[in-house]
């Protein structure tokens, strides 16, 4: 009996721990901490939080697969191999190439397998199989087990052609332990999630304001400078494309796109870009009044806007409609975030889909923030997310920003120069969607140099424009980079 | 023989392009510059379609729509307005409790009425009692009819934001 | 960077577009249209015609996959070819002959292929593969790339038996830019939604007035007439069995279980039957007075009923179990469609479960209705849309409420021949379920001759009957013919 | 051998049948009379056992079930009872704004009500805070007490309809 | 014709009936009855009772495959066959002997397949195939129909040390009636729905009067005696590990871990743990009193607690947090119940996440309950639970709850002797969870003897800490026995 | 040959464990001494942490913390207090239709007010919004002010629970 306690404690978190897990709970904390003492962006980083708890409690992953940190992404992963020599240390063997590897795709992932010897070439992963005795074993059919995943591959008979039918398979303990996060995640890895929150967004947003004054789309679309400048720093500082059109959507500042693109282009920077995307949202009022201040003249943020006209109901309809086609048509790869968002938006606006459009502002936009956040939090693990790169990704979300609120407030000036009408440039800085925090500065601000201008409601038009804006981009990234 | 050259795996057209084109950082200011293009003449398809369909105001069929569907401003009877008219919601002064900062922009009802069987005290209730169904806290201070189809809505729900925003203030300092 | 937005620009919707797309997009806004101007059925036609944008928009198939055409229905689909010599334009090759093809199961499908010959011969489809020369190819091991649909076809080592294991697997490109539509599409495929609709619609029923007055069950069979009427209608008219079952269920006035059925038996046909099954639900008002007019007398019009008496609670709890059983008893393959409907009216009428009921009855169902609606919608394309054989199923669908109306009316009055206590004839027709609309249509009908004769509730009685009726009829249909 | 007798892959029974039975018209009216006979057969047996229940009303275990369960008519105290009564809801009268019309007829709540420490306006006011939790727009004019469960109620039902159905009528012309 | 109705009469539930499915049926019926009219835990029991109706309707399982008996749980089952002479009836053969069978764990499912000896050594399963003519086949590749499941099973090429790779699939025909019951089937299966709950439950838990008395914590793991109490009285009956388990999660009074437990280490007996946990919940007010007073003097039951001061909001939100982190170090295996319960609990605390809390405490745990329920009763079958086993599972089940009455109640004594700070012992049984029930019946045992001792509160601590140790315990009972 | 080994399928080694400590009955009882002590180490060290927590209960970061979280108890305005304060509701007297009892425990709120601009019946009429907006039948006899933070509020809590529990008694007779 003395042996099972011990066994069971030697099996438990404090047998596994290792500083990686520590200092990740510890930045699972510190988000709490944030969401909760500073309210940032709590109904997202407080589920995140968790999640980085829930993935970094540290547990012998030989005997218990809880699925948090690399299970399957499905029950039948089907790859196909192909063998060439390989050289490793020197000898050269037969070995697997695998081939649009469906879940290992990084290295880290096949370094980390206990009995397999990676090697990787450019864009493929190689890796060759070691017998028990640190022999590579030449490449024969049967099962392999990866074991830290919890992976079985089973190889069919080799061929003449020198390919290997292979079905990557989740061994049963997986299905069973990997409980409900296992199934979670799936939603975010096929993309499930981002869509439906958009959904709920279309059906919270009122584009009234951006209808009223059309021409401030164009400054929801200049501060998507801020995710074309990230994306070009990041290239410079050594991220791969993917890497830095995931990178460069966190200046977007739109959460939900951010994890759209990010899981389809670099799942394994996605905590660090959904934390750094949500923690500069809730940190707009700080990052932009300076730059906002710092181009524009005192006579520039003193300019006040006439209140435009009221929107007929009949344009707050044609518009999610119209919208949807001409964005679908020209960025098709973005429609999934686009449709739901402009099919939200009809909802509401429709009048008589009322009940629709209020479960999903309500609970159904509920439901999936728990289980994104909670999901996105516990893929956020150590080994991904304690490396330099995190470091880069943080400053340049913060660039990204910057970039996007400068973007925004330039456009507007230039927008002056060929309009009597002028745009009081503050709200350009609200292209930076981060609805509605971003309108709220550009309020603040214009507030401070004159109490009775009141811009409010003209900086929700770049607000809003935003949102679509970065869909598009992200759609554009999407269609060039996957 | 085909199955050969199917089974070839060339890498995705779009991943051939980037590696022709040369070094990473032409193809990523290529990339920068299509694309900032494109969302601009997405959101500038959709300006220039608003502002015809606006000048279209007048066709014959959209006018048909806007009587049934909006009713006038002053609408009779208690109606749970929740989703109809959130974002300019003059009548209710939400207090500081509200917080509708995040993604999910939690919605501020309002509600117009001027049938004299239902005074203005039990809408202020079924207000707050449409506000408690979409899980906000929101603080009822005073109610006021407002006639939020007026322009001066827009500088009036400018002007009710300072008074809510001593959080956000708060926040930076 | 020109070619960069030539090509752009090329595969977006603008390079792709076709006057199938154009047609497909105007019938979207036709029924967004008419669901926001005229009231039809707006909870589910503004999902669907909102889907039927977002399915319609044009991409290039062979560069951007977004699983809306013709996306798989699961990750790993494991089917069984086997091999026989089959003559193509005179030539005889050995081909593969595809059993129970888990997706491609329309010849449309199939000769969309970009590599292979479809050939198909009466209930089975066969096909061979073609090499890039244009050749027929031996069937070989490999791999083959049907290319429209995204899919790849693993075939194992051949067979004496001249079988081969296939296993025909989504690429990868699939799962990812799927995304949420993807997801949503397998709802409907494995028969998902229409259940769970069916539990709100069960927790929203009230069945008081049908068990006050039991005889009115009968009226709620009678209209199901319609279905078998214009189910041989349509084999009249050159439908095959399944598609003419899937037609006929239009009838039934209940646009759940049109949907269960067609996705069964004649998913090509979702579509139309889905989109005349609401429209004609949302013009009952237009159709049926005159049948009932016609097929009534002045004196049977004016039939007063007495009100039954109240039904006690306890013959309303026990009512969903009761009927539960019987019919599932009798029509097993109607047993999830009914099994829900009672249980969420035996959680509604239990008393004791009034929040599950509550949320059956709101949120749940909410969230069912769009994902359904949209999913509907975007499956309804040009290529299985734009045919003669959807003006069929309209003219159909139309003629199926007629029938169905007419035996509604007809029973009625044949069940006054041997009673004393005298039916309204008018309310047989509200036996063509459409709840609550055609119960009102009996009401106003009746109304129009006798201002004090409220018939109303007494027609909710066939009118709920009806759903039973119709669910009964898909069982009946399912189990024949699937 | 066995192996090979289950690979034959026979088409399903049913199919079979079909092809059997000779040509497909002949197959559509036998299945349309045997389909139409068991939806009668299936009906009827629910009719005969719903007879037979009213029947058995008096027998002792459902009548011991019925009085905890069912509170007598004039319940006391403010309830949400949403969706214990609403298919004869005829307190409150719902106006032209209640959409109730699609395939998931929405429920209008109904309350009765006899406690003296809470005012009919009260109870009216919170009886469209239940609507407001269900979300319809239900505009409320007057507020009767209404025996529900008394036999006019069903006239009542259908004369309150009539007031209802304008847009009925209306979408046809 | 008449050929068509007889056949569909003999196929339908009238043809199928045994005695079985009438027994099933009562007993699904009883359910129903007790939890409308006794109000047993009718949130639960009126789904899973429906369930068992829905599950138990007879069918020709060789016609119609439904889904609900034993549907698959996967739609690629992946498993791995080896073969050894086996001894069927003084005659060797060779036979697969299936490993780790992924569905057909039980003996039962086993030797219901039609065309299939079945014979199991200890652990393993083995069986072999016989043809036509009820010889045992060789062990030969190819597609085997196991008829009653609706499953094929695809033997690869044998290989030179006997062993075969299957992969057993389940019908088109599974995919396409599952139906809606198939789909929530999964959700149980991978452990999906419990979690979840708790994700609900953990929002709807005040652990305030945990907090305040930080001591009944103690008391919430000492109940938790029932569970090894009677697990080894299982063992002692003749079950095996496993299923002891399973059947000694009962005493935890806890409904979700109890399923969440026993679909881990026996799915054969869900139906029968299930029911007798959910009965014996409600059954609390008249297990426990007897108990309580026999194990407490009058002094003791007198005794008066002093209200603790109240808890400071900061150590409510830092309790899920701290909480979770040390469970989950302690008791990986039960980390997706704890994280999804102290998570819940988290979002309700926080202040800033209210609106998801609020939706998980309502929509979220609805949806969830109702498909929980649903299927858990649909898993019940007269194959399984018309058993002895069933009856020593309540035998067991009410041991359980009485040893962990006696276990809290006798360590809150025994706790007195070292504090002078007296615990009443009555809120000792309170440490049986079934929240909120067992500390009621404190509060009404002590209310008996003084009718001014209010111990309400005190009990609710002991109340909330046995749903953590009932879910520790089940991690570690997981962790061992998995 | 390591596939070979690999393929050998050993049992996990918790089963062998099992098989190796004999008999079934002799593991049963370990397993059952080694649960029920992790099960007090698991809540044990919870209880400590939380004394600990208790105790540091001055230290400065936790201080701040609840300043701004917890407003003090007499909160001005209207507020659906539904999920902040609901297990001890001393302002709502739930009466016998209260269905709490399940596992899905339902929640009762309570709503304090001292603003004088809103009178307490409009708070309790509030109140039942917010139950309605959760789902339960609650129905409100008398509304009193309450100060929940204070430690009588057990003892009511309690006290009031005799009130509610006939039906509990009921059953059991
Ligand atoms: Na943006
Ligand atoms: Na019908
Ligand atoms: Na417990």
């Known amino acids: 009996m003395r042996d099972t306690l011990y066994q069971f404690l030697h099996d438990s978190g404090f047998g596994q721990f290792s500083s990686g897990n520590l200092i990740m709970l510890g930045i699972g904390l510190l988000f709490i901490f944030l969401a909760i003492r500073k309210n940032f962006e709590p109904l997202l980083l407080v589920p995140i939080g968790f999640g980085i708890l829930i993935g970094n409690i540290p547990y012998d992953s030989q005997k218990l697969s ?219 009022p700080i990052i932009q009044p300076p730059i906002m201040r710092l181009l524009t003249t005192r006579e520039e943020r003193l300019i006040r806007m006439a209140p435009p006209k009221a929107v007929p109901q009949h344009i707050k309809i044609l518009f999610p409609i119209v919208g949807f ?158 | 023989m085909n199955v050969f050259t199917l089974l070839n795996f060339a890498p995705p057209p779009n991943l051939l392009v980037a590696q022709a084109s040369g070094n990473l950082l032409q193809q990523a200011v290529a990339i920068s510059f299509v694309g900032i293009a494109i969302v601009f003449f997405a959101l500038l398809t959709i300006m220039v379609m608003l502002v015809v369909l606006k000048k279209l105001g007048e066709s014959p069929e959209p006018r048909r729509e806007e009587k049934p569907v909006v009713p006038p401003a002053p609408q009779p009877a208690v109606q749970s307005q929740a989703s109809s008219q959130p974002a300019i919601p003059a009548t209710v002064s939400a207090s500081d409790s509200v917080q509708a900062k995040s993604t999910s922009s939690i919605v501020e009802p309002a509600a117009e009425e001027d049938e004299p069987e239902i005074s203005p005290e039990i809408i202020a209730i079924l207000t707050a009692a449409a506000i408690a169904a979409l899980g906000t806290n929101v603080r009822i201070r005073k109610v006021r009819f407002a006639d939020t189809t007026s322009n001066t809505a827009w500088a009036e729900t400018g002007r009710r934001f300072i008074h809510t925003s001593h959080r956000l203030r708060k926040k930076d300092s």
Chains 1, 3, 5 share one sequence.
């Open chain 1, 325 to 482: 086609i001409l964005t679908a048509f020209i960025a098709n790869a973005a429609l999934s975030l686009l449709g739901m968002l402009f099919f939200g938006n009809l909802l509401r606006e429709s009048l008589v889909t009322e009940r629709l459009a209020k479960t999903a502002q309500t609970t159904l936009i509920d439901i999936v923030t728990i289980l994104l956040g909670l999901s996105v939090g516990a893929k956020t693990q150590a080994a991904t997310f304690l490396t330099t790169q995190t470091i880069g990704i943080f400053v340049l979300g913060v660039l990204a920003f910057s970039i996007a609120t400068a973007g925004g407030v330039l456009f507007a000036k230039f927008m002056n120069l060929f309009t009597n009408d002028k745009i009081n440039p503050l709200i350009g800085a609200a292209g930076v969607s981060a609805v509605p925090m971003s309108a709220r500065v550009a309020q603040r601000v214009a507030h401070e140099e004159d109490k009775q201008n009141f811009v409010l409601m003209h900086a929700m038009g770049p607000n809003v424009a935003g949102v679509i804006g970065s869909a598009v981009a992200a759609g554009v990234l999407l269609s060039y980079l996957q």
């Open chain 1, 66 to 284: 809880l699925g948090v940190y690399d299970g399957p992404t499905s029950e039948a992963k089907l790859a196909y191999y192909s063998t060439k020599p390989v050289e490793v240390r020197g000898v050269s063997y037969d070995a697997f190439e695998l081939l649009e590897p469906p879940y290992l795709s990084t290295h880290k992932d096949l370094v980390a397998l206990g009995d397999a010897v990676a090697v990787h070439t450019e864009e493929r992963i190689v890796y060759i199989h070691r017998d028990g005795n640190g022999r590579v074993a030449e490449p024969a059919p049967g099962v392999y087990t990866l074991s830290h995943g919890g992976h079985s591959v089973f190889v069919a008979e080799p061929r003449t052609d020198h390919r290997y039918s292979v079905i990557v398979t989740p061994q049963r303990q997986d299905m069973w332990n990997a409980s409900v996060l296992w199934m979670i995640f799936r939603g975010i890895e096929f993309g499930f999630f981002p869509p439906l929150i958009f959904l709920g967004i279309g059906a919270l947003t009122d584009f009234g304001p951006l209808l009223a004054q059309p021409r401030t789309l164009l400054l929801g679309a200049a501060a998507q400078l801020g995710i074309f400048g990230a994306l070009i720093l990041a290239v410079l500082m050594g991220f791969d494309m993917k890497e830095a059109a995931s990178i460069g959507i966190i200046g977007g500042a739109d959460g939900p796109t951010a994890i759209f693109l990010c899981t389809a282009l670099a799942p394994h920077l996605l905590g660090a870009v959904a934390l750094s995307a949500y923690s500069y949202m809730a940190m707009v």
